[in-house]
């Protein structure tokens, strides 16, 4: 019965015997902070605890108001001073989330432009056992510079006071305060650093010395992820026989309420009207019924199946809870954790999920049809909810979510097709249970 | 499970071979791919094209190479000197260029006409112009075209390759190795003046990858599409430095000995003799820096266990999921369900266990072991016979139709150490007996009259 939680993280072992220092480089706006945040939350969802340190947040935190772009000229000593204060107080927090508190990659959000400044980063990382790797977004494009400042500079607290047109001319004297100080990453002289340098928004990349497998699977996402907005739609299959008998798993067709579904759905996908939509299901017969009403192309992936509940496949929770009580509290425990006897976890389901995520890094507008613990993980992967939370996210039948990039996040509209269905969703139960050795059978 | 009819045949085929919906192919390769080397001789362009197709093949991507260097020998049937490729003699430029065409006419064939998916052009490609004829080509025939550029100024480098592939090419079988290497630089020298390496600005408009120093910094440009972006990843995680890589299945199980497949049985007496012969051998090995890699199932990890080092457990090396047929012997299988019997005998590759898996879905979720396989350096795998037929058939580029009938017996540890353009096996058995669990291909032809359907 131990067999089924123990699940020894192979990610873990070979990625980090030492922990990782990411360190973001490059001139505001060019998105460092988007970047920190999205590489954050992937890191997190495959399971390698990773947290940012961004030092402008310091810096506000100390700072209490923000006055103008004059804080970051270069003969402003005070300025200079709380900045380099703000720096050092964050590499101390990164110090004792990676050295202490079992982090494992630390990702540390400033500018980072002159060469000075990284070389003391360096050193940190290498008095304190960590790998280095430098991640820096070198983009020119004014058009793009105009973007950014309107997606995530005028909400920002520095600017809460200001008109747009006066935060934007703020914010464009504030980059010009580290244009004469900015020393890219150079082929030459820092040719015996580890790191990527993105260049245009993902046009080309110049990639050196990748030293092991995190900053390899680092780099592959990096490559992989782009701002061309779209909006991806995340649904489950319409309702199933078995969904109809309180049953888990199998591979049933679709019921009468779940077949209106899928002509419901049809309905409101032709009604949104979505650019080059690419149609995602499983291998299983519920997604791929409702994707045939659709009538439109769609591709089948094996691994968006539903988790296998291994023995306990199409039973009903009371089922299981009278056949298998002691796998029952167990999953209830630790239902991330958890693998059904011959069957998967969510943790499992993370792991084969991943391909999808990174296909959907790639793509721009897809509807994916999937199933409950399906969704439910990669609706986590883009909220970024933990892995405690992930079991438990609300994924109704006949409800498309809609996810639309924007700023750091992503937006989420919940849309009902108002066809009925039944409840699949079982909360975290508030019971505790006791083990006395009688117990264990 | 009941089919009376042949339209329930397809539709039951249809779930037991869902390959034409497989999800790699469909998504990446609404037009075919154009991979072209760039390098000058002796950068690793062959080495790399034929491990890239290697790789692509295996993930069920239909890749070929077309070599014009072979084309060059086919036509020009003994080769002479260096003085053949100066840059100034008419007679051979209208060769190398007649033979670059020849490659092309086969390429176009063999992507537009014969459902190849990626073809990977290896040839110097070391002129701008040269690039442009290939990439007007590419366009009009509506492929996509992605070059892959090897550049390399380390001399030692260089005199490695030149040992490695060069001294043992067909030009050179009547020379000594002195004079191989030293017309072979000579050879080099004629392709050095017209050069023109993949440039930032001018070039900025193609889709490449610029591989420097035999791995050590990439360049990335332009990434179109997924097929891409996995090359580039596989081309990023790839290196040479020298390895072994040694495969070997759990010891003998006690489901091995009744027979039975699947299942999470322990070790039987011998399987635990086996553990402490792999043991014994691993140690007499002295291999630097060893990696040990199990499944979770408690007869790779018992093994790993007589090892006395550390190892990782991976649930993607896992044994193939039989689904309804665990635990059952192949003759329970085949009275219980016959025609899933025949049905995985008529294409035991694609063929899914009802509730189970393929090993075409084996292959899928191996594609990161062998990416990691490839980071690495020294590692011994410890897992299952279908498993290792799988990584077995990467290693030793074995297509699809062969794959499943690979023989990888108990208690035999497979040593592979790659050499040259490939791979070289070597297969030691432990010396501890062990039931045999190969099948082959059956002689027997199943013919489906519609009332023998049951």
Redesign the interface.
Known sequence: MLVSLK??K?LS??MTNCPTLIVMVGLPARGKTYISKKLTRYLNWIGVPTKEFNVGQYRRDLVKKYKSFEFFLPDNEEGLKIRKQCALAALNDVRQYLSEENGHVAVFDATNTTRERRETIYKFGEENGYKTFFVESVCVDPEVIAANIVQVKLGSPDYVDCSNDEATEDFMKRIECYKNSYETLD?TLD?DLSYIKIMDVG????????MD?IQ?RI??YL??IHVTPRSIYLCRHGESELNLKGRIGG?PGLSVRGKEFAKSLAQFINEQNIKDL?V?TS?MKRTIQTAEALGVPY?????LNEIDAGVCEEMTYEEIQENYPLEFALRDQDKYRYRYP?GESYE?LV??LEPVIM?LE?QENVLVICHQAVMRCLLAYFLDKPAEQLPYLKCPLHTVLKLTPVAYGCKVESIFLNVEAVNTHRDKPEVRIFFKSENLT
């Open positions: 699940t020894k192979r072992i070979c082929e040719k046009r080309s990349y110049l990639v050196n010395r990748v497998h390899s780099v592959y490559m992989n591979d690419k995602w291998q591709e089948q992936w094996k691994v011959k499992d792991q084969r296909e790639r």
